[in-house]
């Protein structure tokens, strides 16, 4: 008989925290799971499934458009109602959280939900003053969004909140000019508002390759999408009809109708408890762990953002896979973080795997570079003058792929399956030697000389 009330007690029930209690329990432990708010986490319930519904709800405005050109009469301008795409995104979120949910209960994980702190190395205490014991205890609480340190932050939103609008602002800033204020810039402007990104560096997408993320801002600007560099917040303030006036780096204040603060997601460390267990911290208050996943109290672990190495879905879920197959289904691996891909599901999308051209002759001294700037035929019948960029970086002695970078439309979907070539370490020859897929987009790949 086990000395504990589970074998294992998951806190979070996201992307992570759900994959590491049912495969935990499919081994055969007894697994429990806390979550205060919704089961299926920050990717299910307020972020990139959503999202995605938002990016495809905003494509319309481009799509409907274009449909003249290709015999289509729509009439002009088409009207768009917020609330009931709003709405069927939030149906499909509880849909999913359903199936979330069944999967726990399938795989026979007890849920607990509300809040759980930790209380021990081998204890955690629930909001209702319950004490449940368990041989190890996993943190899945992922990330929270920042907000900045300066008067009036407390009148912007985040994209927490930004699936739940009552209506549609005229005018948007952004703040950050990451994923999520690139991703949001296309959904506002497709929707019809004008929306202007602020932020206190020079560029936007810092990690991504520099001539892809310059197409994206050269290409945003186009649209109208205005942007504001080196504008660090001073302070927001609140106007008498209502709307904010944003009073950023050394320019004129911008007037806005909505703020939405994008500057980076923080661990969800805060009255955690960690402290009570030695649990040790890093940067920005992200537990340290080791390549199994384990923090400095050896029954504690941690996946996922709350980790801060690779904030993305699928990389917590494979932290998740190889904790629970490494305690739980005497099966040990490690995830292998070389050449994840990610993409930034912008107006157009764009995605990366491997290094860019800088991180590669930082790394070999020099890099082959092949690139290939075309306008999709798509966009020609269409006029549309957005151009496609994709961008190979190949080693420049044995001719492997280092890296894959593309904007363009479809881009995510292109690379995803471009990234099992880079991953695998093939060579540009082997790309050379793959017959075109005529026409398409993709094909641009195996037609760089
Ligand atoms: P990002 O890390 O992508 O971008 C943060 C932006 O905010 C940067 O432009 C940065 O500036 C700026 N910034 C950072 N700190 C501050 C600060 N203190 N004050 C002002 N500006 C600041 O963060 P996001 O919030 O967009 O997204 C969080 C994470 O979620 C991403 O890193 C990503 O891992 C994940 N995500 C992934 C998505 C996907 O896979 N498609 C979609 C959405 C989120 P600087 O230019 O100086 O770096």
């Not at 499919?26 to 299926?40: D, L, P």
């Not at 449909?67 to 069927?88: E, H, I, M, N």
């Not at 800033?173 to 206190?200: P, Q």
């Not at 690779?310 to 305690?327: C, G, H, N, S, W």
Request: proline share 5%.
């Amino acid at each position: 008989m086990t000395r504990y009330d589970y074998d294992l007690f998951v806190i979070g029930a996201g992307s992570g925290g759900v994959r590491a209690s049912r495969v935990a329990a499919a081994h055969g432990a007894k697994v429990a799971v806390a979550e205060e708010f919704r089961v299926g986490g920050t990717c299910v319930i307020r972020g990139c499934v959503p999202k995605k519904l938002l990016v495809y709800g905003a494509h319309f405005a481009e799509d409907l458009r274009d449909a003249s050109r290709f015999g289509w009469d729509v009439p002009q301008p088409c009207a768009f109602d917020w609330p009931r795409l709003r709405d069927t995104v939030q149906d499909e979120v509880t849909r999913l959280e359903g199936l979330y949910t069944q999967t726990l209960d399938n795989n026979k994980v007890e849920r607990f939900l509300e809040r759980a702190t930790i209380t021990g190395p081998n204890e955690v205490t629930l909001a209702s003053g319950r004490k449940i014991s368990a041989h190890i205890i996993l943190i899945a609480v992922g990330a929270w969004p920042v907000r900045p340190d300066c008067p009036g932050s407390e009148l912007g939103i985040t994209s927490n909140e930004a699936f739940h609008l009552e209506s549609l602002p005229r005018r948007v800033v952004i703040a950050g000019g990451g994923y999520i204020a690139n991703e949001f810039a296309g959904i506002f402007h497709g929707f019809g508002s004008h929306v202007t990104i602020v932020n206190r560096s020079d560029t936007i997408l810092r990690s991504y390759d520099t001539q892809i993320r310059d197409r994206l801002l050269q290409i945003s600007v186009s649209k109208g999408i205005d942007f504001r560099f080196n504008a660090p917040f001073k302070k927001i303030e609140k106007q008498e009809d209502g709307s904010l006036l944003v009073h950023v780096g050394s320019g004129d204040p911008l007037p806005a109708d909505m703020l939405m603060f994008a500057i980076g997601r923080n661990p969800n460390t805060d009255g955690l408890g960690l402290d009570s267990a030695g649990v040790e911290l890093g940067k920005n208050g992200a537990i340290k762990v080791d390549a199994d996943n384990r923090s400095s109290v050896p029954s504690i672990y941690a996946i996922g953002d709350v980790t801060d190495r690779v904030q993305l879905t699928p990389v917590a879920i494979r932290e998740a896979q190889a904790f629970a197959d490494t305690i739980f289904g005497n099966k040990p691996h490690q995830v292998d973080y070389a050449a994840i891909p990610s993409a930034v599901f912008s107006h157009p999308p764009m995605g990366g795997v491997g290094l860019t051209e800088k991180q590669a002759r930082d790394q070999y001294g020099s890099a082959k570079i092949f690139t290939s700037d075309f306008r999709p035929m798509k966009n020609v019948l269409a006029d549309r003058h957005e151009r496609a960029l994709y961008k190979m970086v190949v080693h420049p002695e044995n001719d492997v792929v280092l890296g894959l970078h593309m904007i363009g439309p479809d881009a995510p979907e292109i690379l995803q399956a471009a990234a099992i070539a880079v991953k695998a370490g093939l060579t540009k020859q082997a790309f050379d030697d793959t017959v075109a897929l005529h026409p398409s987009m993709a094909e641009e790949l195996v037609l760089m000389r």
